[in-house]
């Protein structure tokens, strides 16, 4: 079933309507792109000091005093600033870039486009969400400003050392208020996003657009879309929740007879378990709504550059909804100890581990697609197979935290570090590196430099490797996370292998310049790019590069084909685009 | 440069499994009367983890080496038996797999878990309270007094609030800053938490519980060589979560009794 | 003629021993700047101060080996001296007398404890928090925050160069490292000026303009006493205090 409901707007005419305050999905796109860009960025250099620290605790990095008044004096890092580091690390991280830029990034430019529409359903929504998701990012870096500086409870802010204020320590006041409010902002700006992606795929498809014809991208931006809806949902009220026990006087988190500093806290009635229940139902989901849409860009990725279409396409979306919905059965996986009934503790290792089902298809089936391929080798179809390799390293990992048992050894250690590492950090960034060389083109009019790609590729696979491989073994050792400094006993003969992490950390960090010079040197000195420098065949490549305003020039689009007609025998090429009126006998849908 | 690619993950993939097969990196060794199963369960895992690891590497790098390039001459072609044989080979594969480690491991976590403590478990409480454990022993009349949270003072040393002038059963609690068991005896620890969560974790008795406030919770478990342990919180507790641990020491059951003694002298 | 000269050498004889009686005012007002003297004393029994355990931390415990730390809420030496108590002038000290600068009074933590236990320091007195360990410490001191002080809470990982704080209103203030749970102390903070008593339970607030005054001893266990005593210009008064041990 098609629906023919079509967004009409006029172009844009003002500075500020084409840039700034823009109804456009692909200026929304590009601006959450660049969201994303700054947030790794600040993300990239907290780690960096977070390494530093850890390899070298006492040791004065000069300048660090002028970040932060308390945190570091004498440019020595404090405790306390370690910890508010690693917060506010996993905080752009998780939010800012891995939700961020492989689905509101991508997604807004492309979505409309795969579906053959001229925009999303409710531009204005669409331009508020971006523009929320801005004001969250700007409260967020506020709070470093703010106060005795940002919170110190890690991404997952546990109650009630999240809730009971600024006695627990350095950042729980006001620090804990800010973050509260930038993620509950953040929630309303991907709802809002939520709304517009899936009508778009519901009723924007164009004539002859199938759901089985969309490309898997769309597929995992829609998927995804349906997680955001229902786990953001969540997560907001237990930020407001968690606000009110601050400022509000509440305990929703907070049990009686605490004592903190020999005082001796004024709060009743609340369960700190509850917090962990509802942001986990958020986190889990959110960590597939990180990974599945680099594991949509990566199929996509991977088909146009192996010249013929993967094993089942459909497997592949079964497989990602079945992903989707087991999320929301696995989340007590991160509370196997945490003292809640360990009978829950099996019922959630059960679906835990059969989750390892549809990943294991998934990769089987790309493995089994790359046999009898001609894959063409560039920067994007290197990084789709580093995807690949590193999504395999990191679901391995996750066979050893799916069970209550091991996790009694690996419960809070580096290990676990690992594990989210590989799949998120590195798999998903590798997703979004394939996604930017291959729609660069598309999305600037110009082509990056291949050369310069092939070398970020190479330096960059081997370095995150180097990083994050030793994790497991530390984890494996007992070495616990979010230490700021190693003064346990069994923990000494680990540092050397922490120096080991922060050199390699600190070099692939900088290789990233290769892909920032790049990337702005190609925005605005590229060779102009023709409209299917891929010879792919989703209908984004039929339009210009970049597409105008209305996407296809007010063309009326008639689909014919679904995405994969790659090594067509009789096609002119080797491939037929979606669009082509062309009657090839060869060109035959999937079944 | 698809061939280097291959090569490269190959080596990548052997270089990260020698310190596994090396040992290189190990848990402490256990002592405890339970962990061998987990240890067994680590061990199983380990296998099939570290055989998928390999397998599924190495096949990424022979396609790549194999199936990259414009190979004129050759047709594309497909994977024997599609995604069909596929999806069954890891349904049932995996599925087996993933179910025996689920169904090893329910025995382990039962024994820790769903088997109560034998009538003759040795009672300790630890508080953990930012950022240290404290442990309190029953003395001789076997029953803990109660903890009065607005008595707390760390200050006076009173860690657990205890009224020792008017509750009775107070007067001979031994409140004491590490920990001792007698060897071979099985303990039942109460966990109490004075302030946020934090985390019991003594990877050398393969024993790790959050505590949680709010929540008296137990664990039990039996030492079985005589030495001295540490105990780390794994809970991020605030900023002094790293400096957070103490001392276990499994002593033989004379030298058990002359320690207690002597932490008795010492309240 | 004369007479003008006469009456110009009058006036300035008159200004030069006029200046002449001011300085030496001055200096006979200063060498009457007064003292409270006295000594602080704790009738019956010290109670038992608990041996502390400080096994959590190993560079405490090795910093620490030969000596056998304890609490040091009731230091009383071998004369019945009280150690760590507080003078100053709770009454009758006019806005004007304002107490010169002293030393910037400093709080040292030294394995593991803190040095002096308690810190005396007045109003808007800029004090100083050092470490001399090789190990972290925090101090998170408690004012009530209905006196106008405001909490905080600071690290100092070894090597960290000294905090330098003050308070905004007079208040006993418990002060902590969570770290290390043992260690506390106290931040005494008092309007004018104060003394410590010492190990002896000797005391001398200087800088005391002659008066009649009331003067408070505050311990942290057994609480304050009063004094009323009159400083004269060149006598130091005199005040013993005697708490009675619980």
């Keep these: 079933m098609s629906a023919h409901a079509a967004v009409h707007h006029g172009p844009p005419t003002s500075f500020i309507r084409k840039h700034i305050f823009s109804l456009d999905h692909k200026v929304i796109g590009k601006q959450y792109y660049g969201l994303a860009l700054a947030a790794v960025i600040i993300g990239m250099v907290l780690s960096w000091l977070m390494r530093i620290h850890l390899g070298w605790t006492n040791a004065a990095i000069p300048g660090l005093h002028l970040l932060s008044r308390n945190g570091a004096p004498g440019d020595v890092m404090t405790p306390e600033y370690y910890l508010q580091l690693m917060t506010m690390h996993a905080t752009f991280m998780v939010f800012f870039v891995l939700t961020t830029a492989p689905f509101a990034a991508f997604g807004n430019f492309f979505l409309p486009l795969h579906t053959g529409a001229e925009d999303m359903p409710f531009p204005h929504f669409n331009m508020m969400s971006f523009w929320t998701t801005f004001v969250a990012f700007c409260v967020m870096v506020s709070s470093f400003f703010v106060g005795d500086g940002p919170t110190l409870g890690g991404w997952t802010q546990y109650a009630p050392l999240s809730a009971v204020g600024s006695v627990a320590g350095p950042g729980q006041g006001s620090g804990v208020v800010i973050w509260a409010i930038s993620i509950a902002i953040f929630c309303v700006g991907q709802l809002f996003g939520a709304l517009n992606f899936i009508p778009n795929v519901l009723d924007l498809r164009c004539k002859g657009m199938s759901m089985w014809r969309l490309p898997m991208s769309t597929w995992a931006w829609f998927i995804t879309s349906c997680m955001g809806l229902t786990s953001f949902s969540v997560l907001m009220p237990a930020c407001i929740l968690l606000i009110l026990d601050h400022v509000a006087g509440t305990s929703f988190f907070i049990p009686s007879n605490l004592v903190l500093n020999d005082q001796l806290q004024p709060h009743s009635g609340g369960s700190t378990l509850l917090w962990q229940h509802l942001f986990w139902f958020f986190g889990h989901p959110e960590v597939y709504i990180a990974i599945v849409p680099g594991m949509g860009i990566v199929t996509q990725v991977l088909v146009t550059n192996m010249r013929k279409p993967m094993l089942s396409h459909r497997t592949l979306v079964y497989s990602m909804g079945a992903l989707a919905v087991l999320s929301y059965m696995v989340y007590g996986h991160h509370m196997f100890v945490s003292g809640m009934n360990p009978a829950a503790s099996l019922y959630f290792s059960f679906p835990t581990l059969l989750i390892t089902i549809p990943s294991t298809i998934i990769v089987l089936i790309w493995l089994g697609s790359l046999y009898g391929a001609k894959l063409r080798i560039n920067s994007a179809s290197l990084f789709a197979l580093g995807f690949i390799s590193l999504f395999i390293t990191g679901g391995v990992s996750g066979f050893f935290l799916a069970q209550p048992t091991i996790q009694i050894m690996l419960h809070a250690t580096y290990f676990v570090v690992a594990h989210f590492h590989f799949t998120m950090a590195i798999a998903a960034i590798f997703g979004i590196f394939s996604g930017t060389y291959f729609w660069f083109p598309k999305m600037w009019g110009r082509m990056m430099n291949e050369t310069l790609g092939r070398i970020h590729f190479w330096l960059t696979f081997i370095g995150v490797y180097a990083i994050f491989m030793p994790f497991h073994y530390l984890g494996l050792a007992g070495n616990v996370r979010r230490y700021q400094a190693f003064v346990v006993d069994y923990m000494q003969p680990l540092i050397g292998v922490h120096k080991f992490i922060t050199v390699a950390a600190i070099f692939t960090g900088l290789v990233q310049l290769i892909f920032l010079y790049n990337f702005f040197y190609s925005k605005y000195r590229g060779e102009p790019a023709p409209d299917n420098p891929w010879q792919a065949t989703s209908l984004e490549w039929s339009t210009t590069s970049p597409p105008p305003w209305d996407n296809f020039g007010g063309r009326q689009l008639v689909v014919y084909h679904d995405p994969y007609q790659y090594g067509v025998d009789g096609a002119h090429g080797d491939y037929v685009m979606q669009d082509s009126p062309e009657q090839i006998k060869g060109a035959v849908d999937e079944p | 440069m698809a061939k280097v690619f291959a090569v490269t993950i190959l080596l990548i993939t052997i270089a990260s499994a020698i310190p596994i097969f090396m040992n290189t990196w190990h848990p402490v060794p256990d002592v405890s009367a339970h962990g061998q199963a987990i240890d067994d369960q680590m061990s199983e895992t380990m296998w099939e983890a570290g055989i998928s690891f390999l397998a599924s590497q190495i096949i990424l790098a022979w396609f790549i080496w194999r199936f990259s390039g414009s190979r004129p001459g050759e047709k594309t072609r497909t994977f024997p038996g599609g995604a069909k044989g596929l999806v069954i080979a890891a349904i049932v594969l995996v599925g087996i797999e993933v179910f025996a480690l689920g169904i090893f491991g329910v025995k382990a976590w039962a024994e820790l878990y769903f088997t109560p403590p034998g009538p003759g478990a040795m009672p300790i409480q630890v508080q953990a309270g930012q950022f240290a454990f404290y442990f309190r022993y029953p003395g001789p009349d076997g029953s803990f007094g109660p903890i009065h949270p607005d008595k707390i003072s760390e200050a006076n040393q009173n860690f657990y609030g205890l009224d020792q002038d008017n509750d009775a059963d107070s007067k001979d609690d031994i409140v004491a800053a590490e920990m001792a068991v007698p060897v071979n005896r099985e303990i039942r620890l109460l966990m109490h938490s004075k302030d946020v969560s934090h985390s019991f974790y003594v990877p050398a008795l393969r024993i790790h519980q959050d505590f949680v406030p709010g929540l008296d919770l137990q664990i039990h478990f039996t030492a079985t060589k005589v030495g001295r342990y540490e105990i780390v919180c794994s809970q991020l507790c605030g900023l002094g979560h790293y400096n957070m641990k103490a001392y276990i020491s499994v002593l033989s059951p004379e030298d058990f009794d002359a320690w207690l003694k002597k932490q008795a002298a010492f309240q | ?246």
């Design chain 3, 1 to 246: 003629m004369k007479s003008r000269y006469n009456f110009t050498a009058l006036l300035t004889v008159v200004m030069l021993v006029g200046c002449g009686a001011l300085l030496l005012n001055q200096k006979v007002s200063a060498a009457g700047e007064g003292k409270i003297t006295g000594t602080v004393k704790l009738d019956g029994a010290a109670p038992h101060m608990k041996g502390i355990d400080m096994s959590k931390d190993p560079y405490c415990v090795k910093v620490n080996a030969n000596t056998s730390p304890h609490m040091e809420n009731v230091v009383a030496g071998s004369g019945g001296g009280l150690e760590n108590v507080v003078l100053y002038i709770s009454e009758g000290l006019s806005g004007a007398a304002a107490a010169p600068a002293t030393a910037v009074p400093v709080f040292d933590q030294k394995n593991c404890q803190y040095t002096p236990h308690v810190l005396a320091m007045d109003v808007g007195q800029t004090f100083k928090v050092t470490t001399s360990d090789q190990t972290a410490h925090n101090i998170h001191p408690n004012p009530n925050p209905m006196t106008g002080n405001i909490p905080w809470n600071q690290s100092q990982p070894p090597g960290a160069p000294p905090v330098e704080r003050s308070w905004k209103a007079p208040e006993m203030i418990e002060v902590k490292c969570n770290i290390h749970p043992w260690m506390h102390g106290w931040f005494a903070v008092v309007k004018g000026p104060y003394a410590t008593t010492d190990a002896s339970g000797n005391y001398t607030i200087n800088n005391v303009p002659p008066g009649n005054y009331t003067v408070t001893a505050w311990q942290e266990t057994y609480g304050t006493q009063t004094q009323k005593v009159t400083v004269a210009a060149g006598a130091p008064a005199k005040a013993d205090f005697t708490f009675k041990a619980k």
